[in-house]
């Protein structure tokens, strides 16, 4: 066994470390001079930020710090994150003394002992983070990272007594799944109230409200997957759910397809959309969510209503274009892998979608660091020492399910039925840098076959070994064991595995998970997960602050070349296509029994086809579930290329390895930039404007490449009907081209009239900044579907919002350019051509005709077509109380039609 390394940590991995994974010190009045602490220099509870320091004075309850950055900061004790363990040798003392007591005897706690010293020395195993904070060191912390509960009870107190579960799951720091699938669809008759259910999808809201309000251990925030099955009624209000403000915010989401929905949309076929009939006697006891089972026992399926596949499926792939999410998991497929197919199906997955479970199924994850089984010498992978720390890896894991506290009895049964466990990498990336292999390319895929294939062998061989010695998992069947699509597939390859399977058991149901490893990856300093670098330099927002983060090797290479730019094997997540992120993805299912955490990062110009053609790729190519980030499509992203103004700190995303993986932006390698806005535009001095990037020199260079208005511009003003009453649209041309656009929506003074003005000033100034030919068809992409509150019209005829119609009017003034001799056709019922409405005023102008009588009458109606009552003037403004477009004048008082707030009140 290798020499034991000292290990100092720096920067943000210092900070980690001491936030989520050193052994508190449950009592900070204990703080002395001469301690090392984290403390609050910021006590925002959006933005907080915590600095690593040493205390070096204390008087009373104030002590004062001084930080790694040589500054001084006075804090109340109370302000202070204590730690027992300042180093990361002290945490591995603990936790492999902590793995080792499962062993039967003295002699084998010892051995033990030294085995998992040696494999977590250095990093070459990296504990999943419940794991570090909580071996050796709680007993009331879960050693687990996923959960899945199963789904909850059709009734107020079996929605509660789910509600209960997460909530005390969550507070001990696992993160939770919940198949929504059993709960009742909208509007169903609920017998014994005499009323009907609001439905699964707000159900799913109480669930998402409640884990906003948890700090899972101390130490992060709560994290919840919601999941609803293909056949539900009340999918396409779940699929669309996170498109209407504040009804689920924590939570992520994903749809369960099957295999039969994915024929029906290859054939253009219909689908049904059931539940069953709550009136069998049988239903408040045996229903479960299971409509295979229920089905098979002879119950009666109700179809509330039959649609195409196609619309169901396309609006998936529209809303995961707009915002990545949802996802979706192929559940029949998962299970035909599975090898617990034959005794415990799979409901739901973990909150960051890695790890599939049933219902009380529980998960612990740990990953081995690649970048540091890279033999110099060789040029090759260090595989012996890889296949010693599999070995052991898998023991330590398979210990922590006899050495972690259970807070709810049917977890234990659960586990001990399965002993499930999950053994996965981070560092590939670096690891392949450091091979010269290219991440994505044909040589990389007969890599991670190679390499994948290779640690799943030795995994499963350790496995067996442990059930020689110790005994098998309480529900193996060798025969049936093996008959699952994954153990097929391994066996073809591995005969070895197959034989020590039948003559020596397995100790675990499952071995192998890839999880997004965010905050452990960015604690040792290498790749996350199974990702490619994000960006080799960026910037990180997260509870402990703001922090600018280099990418080592990169830098070294830079350092030691000077003068040079990158070899091409130093790949970011945005230089790879969609299709090579997934076809990765793939090369590395092939040998996870469980799932994988993986994005396909997309640019910003991804259509809505091409996401389509990219999740039907994950489906042929045997992916268990597919998730894209497309460039710009949320608000809020963890990780950036340039550092932003304070002012402008992003809303931080909850605190979870998954929110730190699976959001990434744009990478660059050098020079300057800036993720842009969500659904913004991108203009850009020095990289191509499908990135999203900002790069600005200076004011001269702006000045140098906008385009001046000149005295008079002719154009057209479009009239369309919006979710925000009637909107005057003019698009007036330079040089032939879209050069401006003005907008007049509501009345003036309005909030609505407000942001619609600056809609049309910021796309003006995109029109008329640069050379680049797409300009207008980039913006119509950007603009085009994005969603707000509510939509008006139906079909081709339909209206997201204001810069929906915008895009519209641009499409159909675009259209009517390329032919003159011929009338566009009407994108819309609402939208009619008028005569050109020339500014004769400069920059700023208004549009004539604008706030007529039909905008009066436009805005007495709701966001989903509706007649909101009341006596009602003038178009509708946004709700300060609620955010919905539901603000209208009644009887001489602007009041919210949707949650009742007035300004007079």
Known sequence: MSTMHNQRLEGLSEKIFLDRYAWKDADSNNAKVGDVVLVLTKDDPKFPTKEVGEIVKREGRTVTVKTRKGELVESDVEK?????EKTPEEMWDRLAAAMASAEATPELQEEWKAKFRHVLDDWKLVPGGRIAAGAGASDELTLFNCYVIPSPKDSRGGIMETLSEMTEIMARGGG??????????????????????????????????????????????????????????????????????????????????????????????????????????????????????????????????????????????????????????????????????????????????????????????????????????????????????????????????????????????????????????????????????RYGSPESMEFLDKLYGFIAREAYLASADIAEEKGSFQAFDAELYLQSGFMKNMVETYPEVGQAVRSKGARNVTVITQAPTGSTGTMVGTSTGIEPYFAFKYFRQSRLGFDEQFVPIAQEYLDSHPGEDLPNYYVTAMDLSAEDHIRAQAAIQRWVDSSISKTANCPADFSVEDTKRLYELAFDLGCKGVTIYRDGSRDVQVLQTEKKDKAESPVEAPDTELKEEVVPAVSLEAGAGVQADAGAPAVNAGASAETGNVAVSGKSGLDKQYKSRPQVLRGATYKINTPFGMAYITINDLNGTPGEIFLNVGKAGSDVFAMAEALGRVCSLFLRYGDHGNKVELLIKHLKGIGGSGAIGFGANRVESIADAVAKALETHVASSADYDHDPAPVAATMALEEPDVNLAGEAGSVSGAGNAEDTAAGAYGSGGGYGGGQVTGSRDLCPSCGGATLINIEGCKTCSSCGYSRCS
């Open 80 to 84: 202070l994150t204590l730690t027992i």
């Open 176 to 437: 939770v799944g919940i198949n929504l699938s059993s709960l009742r669809p909208r509007r169903s008759i609920v017998r014994g109230v005499n009323g009907s259910s609001s439905g699964a999808v707000s159900w799913g809201g109480l669930f998402s409200y409640t884990t906003g309000l948890i700090e899972q251990g101390g130490s992060r925030r709560g994290a919840l997957m919601l999941m609803i099955n293909d056949w539900h009624p009340d999918v396409m209000d779940f699929i669309t759910v996170k498109q209407k403000m504040g009804e689920v915010t924590n939570a992520n989401l994903s749809v369960c397809v099957s295999n039969d929905f994915m024929k029906a949309v290859k054939e253009d076929l219909n689908w049904d959309l059931v539940f069953p009939n709550t009136k069998d006697p049988e239903y408040d006891e045996n229903w479960d969510g299971d409509l295979e089972k229920w089905k098979a026992a002879g119950h009666e399926v109700i179809v509330y209503k039959t649609v195409k596949a196609r619309e169901i499926w396309h609006t998936i792939i529209e809303s995961a274009w707009k915002s990545a999410e949802p996802g979706v998991v192929f559940m029949e497929y998962y299970n035909q892998m599975s090898n617990s197919w034959y005794f415990n199906p799979i409901i739901c997955t973990n909150p960051c979608g890695e790890q599939g479970l049933p219902g009380w199924g529980v998960c612990n994850l740990s990953a081995m660091n690649l970048s540091k089984f890279y033999d110099e010498h060789n040029h090759d992978v260090a595989w012996d020492d890889l296949a010693e720390t599999t070995r052991f890896s898998v023991r330590f894991l398979d210990n922590v399910i006899d050495t972690t506290p259970y807070h709810f009895p049917e977890n234990e049964a659960n586990q001990k039925n399965e002993r499930r466990v999950g053994l996965g990498t981070m560092g590939l990336a670096e690891l392949m840098i450091k091979l010269n292999i």
